[in-house]
Structure formats: structure tokens, C-alpha cells
């Protein structure tokens, strides 16, 4: 009798230029019809913890990955360093399994409907706000070199990584900013990166396939300001200047909360790290 199995090959980025995209992974999935012979596992059996069930992990450890996860994705766990150790490979297999893509997708087609349901005035200052990291640029190809967040944040090194602008566009978030476009909502980028990370940054996102952006709005070099302090400011600013914020889209909590918020906010998944 065969072996149960699971096949599931994911390509995991080696440091460099031999790095492949993030989204070109080579996954065997199990038929439908094999998980019910009970020749092959579920897929959910991939996005267990590391350690098998959710109890085992739990007895060990004390928080299951998956229950972990949730907890950051709602904002019930706050002001956290790092991914616990024991989930990086929770955590990778998330991110690159198809998961996270398909969380990201469920987002982004709520968002398209809600922006395709406006009725718009049409005078150009209507604007939907995009954050750069993990929204419209993943980052993957660093994170997948760096633990999936389970080693502390190194400002240095991350910075080098940004430098080579080679970040892939998040699929999803393309669509979005492609879809309010065209229909006539003018985009805004506001990030966390530094004012002395535009060159690239502009490079970065045009490479990419962002282009007719209204603004390229980045954080002060030095600047001290919480991000939700300096986001929030920067949309007052969009406010008192006449724009009216139609949508909001980020990775991160701090990316959509702080008046003024946007007449929608729209949150996308990321467990690897989290900015307050």
C-alpha cells in the first residue's frame, strides 16, 4: 500500500543574483480525488505548524503558529520584534505556498468592487493611498534570506537590499492600482522609506510596471515620528491640499489607522515583521 504524501517543492531563493522571482514556484498540488482515496494528505496538512499538530506545538511552545498568525493579522498581538523561532517554516511555507497570494487576492477583489462601486466627481482629486513595502513591492527575496522575520530586523541590511531595487510587484496590488486608474482615481504612494531612498525607490516601481502616480510621498531623513504619527499627517496633508482619500491600502495596521483614514481601508496579510 502506498505511503501517504504530500508533495510540495517550493523554491526557496539562494542570496544574490541566481535569487528567482518570488512567485515562480514549482508546486505539486494532490488531486482532489487522491485526498479522498486518503493517498495523498489535505492540503491544509502544509500550512501546519512545524512540529505536526496544533496541539503538540502548542505544548511545546506554547502559541501554535497558525493561532499565532491570526493574533497578528487581527491586531490582537502588538508591538512584536520577531517571528517566533519555531515558525519560520510556518511562516516561509505561508508566504510561498500560495496562501498569502490567495489571501492577498481575497483583499484586492473586495477592493476592486468597492472602487468600481464609487461614483466619482471626476475632477482629478480623488486618490487612493498604496504603501510601498509588502503592498505594492514584496520585499520576499530579502525575508526569504532573513528567517521569514524570526531574525531581528537589521536596518543596514535591509537598506543594501533596497538599493538594488530589484523588489517584485505584490500581482495583486498591481491589479488594484492598474484597475483605480483606469478608472480615473489618481495614486498615491506614502512609505516608510526615507526621502534619500527616492531615486531607487521611482526605479524600483516603474520597473515594476507602477507608473502615473500623483505623488511619491516618503518619511524625512531622521525623522522620529511613530508611522502611524507620520502616514496620518501625510493624509491630512492630502486632505487640506483637496484631495479626497477614496481607498487606502497596506500591509501593516499603521498603514490605515490615524485620522484621516481614507473612506475605506483595505488590509493586506503579513506576518514577518510589524511597524507601530
Known sequence: MATPKLFLLVALMAA???????????IRMPTARAVEEGVAAPLIHALRP???????LGRRAGVPCDSWRLAVETYNVREWKTVPAWCEGYIGNYMLGGHYRNDSRVVVDEAIAY?????????????????????????????ANHGFGTQPY??????????????????????LY??????????VFLTGRTENQRAITVINLRRQGYSGWEKLLLKPVGAKLTAIAFK???RQKLVDAGYVIV?????????????????????????MYYIG
Open 50 to 56: 512545524m512540529l505536526g499538530s496544533a496541539g503538540q
Open 247 to 271: 481607498g487606502n491600502i497596506g500591509d501593516q495596521w499603521s498603514d490605515i489607522l490615524g485620522a484621516p483614514e481614507g473612506a475605506r481601508t483595505f488590509k493586506l496579510p503579513d506576518p
Open 178 to 187: 492598474k484597475k483605480v486608474v483606469s478608472l480615473g482615481i489618481r495614486p
Open 115 to 143: 472602487a468600481k462601486s464609487l461614483k466619482l466627481a471626476g475632477n482629478g482629486k480623488e486618490v487612493w493611498v498604496f504603501d510601498i513595502d509588502e503592498t505594492s513591492l514584496s520585499n520576499l527575496p530579502y525575508q
Open 232 to 234: 496620518s499627517g501625510e
Open 16 to 26: 544574490g543574483s541566481s535569487f528567482c522571482s518570488a512567485w515562480e514556484l514549482n
Open 154 to 175: 537589521n536596518a543596514t541590511m535591509f537598506n543594501e537590499y533596497v538599493k538594488q531595487g530589484t523588489a517584485p510587484a505584490l500581482p495583486e496590488t498591481l491589479r
